[in-house]
């Protein structure tokens, strides 16, 4: 398990780091072909079938989002916004759903700044990641904001 | 400026969207005289079953009474004013002031307080009642002005939208489901109700999506949600003369609609998969054939309700505005299940919010950032005029008031400044 606990904690600060660095496709390629980004309104959804989502993306709706991203005329992104993430508190244990291997929960706050104003958001994640030889994909990302279901401004970078 | 002066031919004065004290004119003017949706019946559903809702700066509790009406009552103890709920609740037999524990009846007459001798006159104030509150279709509408028009009235010429929405669920009735996403932007509330029925912006402000869509065709053959998001962002890429032939349809009051242009795939209006054609056979069921045809037949996207409601029936979803000052506003969306209709339908509808109206949505998302993008260019003073006379030549006006414009047309921006207009110049 440490092995496994050092290689987890590495996944998720360089998932963090690819997003701040906006090296979008580079993020991309760390989710697995089958994965999903969900992102609920409230804490108690179980499934993305329960209720309305912030975000609830496939692997190839995030393709859209990432060359989207990417592009002069995404008007929201112009300026560009610059964000840190902080993950904290990485527990890694065994996936409760027995098609996977692992589950990574983690803490998460992030700081955006873009153009003349900050903002913060703050939520736990849940990592599901799967083996592929010697490297870990993430089967599905999880973000649970504290005020998801609150009144938020434009969103474009993923939590 | 005289306020009768902010609306000159077709041209309205920036201070229209900038000046608070115009904005604390619609406040009172406008949100605490028309009709307001504040509520589902589904909400509420058995006797003592409340919720909160806004209402015109206000907050109101929407309480289902004994006798299976529908109570609207000021959240606010008659005593010394505490908030009465902070949050919905089931089945409750009184409602108490968690101050000094004055009790009310669901119909907000006073049912007692403690140590009454305490008060040289025993009270007897209950709850306020809201001026008015009316039903449409299960849908609840309240206004502070108790000398409104029905709401019936009210509605006019958009009743119809309320009508199709539930007659598309096959047991006759709607649930609310699925909670609320909210979204905020610092711009007025009146540039979301403008940009609803604008089919000009599309094509520029949505463009990065649709070549997104473009740029990944194999999304079309993904899974689901993927395949919707894609349909979705490419209907936006329609060539821009066809969406001046998507028909705009504007009514007195300040209400309107326009037609729909999902032309295919799963957000077509009428589609050929199984989960479909098991949902319009529990339709014909209930209507049977030709009725079944007609309300299908019914394509429109938005329906706008002056002065901030959006409904859309097709996908069981709504949108309030909601403004919190000249420069800030809050839109709350909200779905809907057609009652009686495959469970398939309300993930269509899910999938169909969160990729419209989601503040993370990627077409959203560019709404919101424009509206900022006005709302700041606006306080520039350079010139105090806005134009909204585009498409002015082709209103086809019918003698009650109707008009049909094409979907390129100002026509619902110059229809919402009739209403204005009229609402703010009323004292």
């Known amino acids: ?132 030889a010697e490297t870990l994909l993430i089967v599905m990302k999880r973000v649970d904001l504290i005020d998801g279901d609150a009144p938020q401004r434009a969103l474009a970078v993923p939590f | 400026m005289a306020i009768e002066n902010l609306v000159r031919g077709h041209a309205v004065h920036r201070a229209a969207y900038v000046d608070p004290e115009i904005y604390a004119l619609e406040e009172e003017r406008i949100f605490r005289r028309a009709w307001l949706y504040v509520g589902h019946e589904s909400e509420i559903p058995a006797a003592g079953d409340y919720v909160l809702a806004p209402l015109g700066g206000e907050e109101v509790l929407l309480v289902r009474q004994e006798d299976g009406s529908v109570g609207a009552l ?213 209507h049977g054939e030709e009725k079944t045809r007609a309300i299908l037949e019914v394509d429109r996207f938005n329906n706008l309700v002056w002065p901030n409601l959006s409904l859309n029936a097709r996908f069981a979803a709504l949108r309030i505005v909601r403004p919190l000052a000249a420069d800030r506003t809050v839109v709350e969306v909200q779905c809907f299940r057609l009652d009686g209709a495959p469970e398939e339908m309300h993930e269509l509808t899910l999938r169909f919010v969160n990729l419209a109206a989601s503040p993370a949505s990627l077409v959203a998302s560019d709404d919101l950032e424009i509206f900022e993008r006005c709302q700041a260019g606006l306080r520039d003073r350079a010139s105090d005029w806005i134009d909204m006379r585009r498409g002015v030549l082709a209103d086809e006006r019918a003698p009650d008031g109707a008009c049909r414009s094409p979907g390129t047309s100002e026509a619902a921006v110059r229809n919402q400044f009739d209403a204005w207009k009229r609402y703010l110049c009323r004292s």
């Open chain 1, 1 to 132: 398990m440490p092995v496994l606990k050092a290689q987890v904690e590495a996944l998720l600060l360089l998932e963090a780091r690819l997003l701040d660095e906006r090296r979008f496709d580079e993020w991309l390629a760390l989710f697995a072909g089958d994965a999903v980004y969900w992102a609920p309104t409230r804490p108690e959804q179980r499934t993305p079938a329960d209720g309305l989502s912030l975000l609830h993306e496939s692997r190839a709706l995030l393709e859209m989002r990432v060359a989207r991203l990417q592009r002069a005329d995404a008007h929201v992104q112009s300026p560009p916004a610059r964000t840190l993430h902080l993950v904290s508190g990485i527990e890694v244990l065994p996936s409760q759903d027995a098609r996977w291997e692992i589950e990574a929960r983690s803490t998460l706050v992030v700081a955006e700044r873009r153009g003349a104003e900050s903002r913060w958001f703050a939520g736990r994640a849940l990592h599901v990641l799967r083996r592929n």
């Open chain 2, 74 to 286: 000021h959240n606010r103890c008659a005593h010394r004013g505490a908030r009465i709920a902070t949050c919905p609740g089931k089945g409750a037999r009184t409602l108490r002031c968690p101050y000094h524990a004055w009790t009310y009846r669901l119909d907000g007459s006073l049912l007692g307080v403690p140590l009454p001798d305490g008060y040289a006159d025993a009270p007897r104030a209950g709850l306020a009642r809201v001026a008015r509150v009316e039903s449409y279709r299960g849908f609840i509408f309240a206004t502070h002005d108790p000398g409104a028009p029905s709401l019936t009235e009210y509605l006019g010429g958009l009743a119809s939208a309320f009508d199709n929405t539930v007659d598309r669920a096959p047991a006759g009735t709607l649930t609310r489901f699925g909670g609320r996403l909210q979204l905020e932007y610092r711009g007025n509330w009146k540039m979301f109700m403008e940009n609803a029925l604008d089919l000009v912006h599309p094509g520029f402000v949505h463009r990065s999506s649709v070549e997104a869509a473009r740029a990944h065709p194999e999304a079309l053959q993904a899974d689901e949600l993927a395949q919707q998001a894609a349909q979705m962002f490419l209907a936006n890429g329609l060539p821009g003369p066809q969406w001046g032939e998507v028909p705009l349809h504007t009514f007195p009051g300040g209400h309107a609609y326009m037609g729909g242009f999902y032309r295919g795939g799963v957000i077509a209006p009428e589609r050929a998969d199984p989960v479909f054609a098991r949902y319009r056979k529990a339709l014909v069921e209930r």
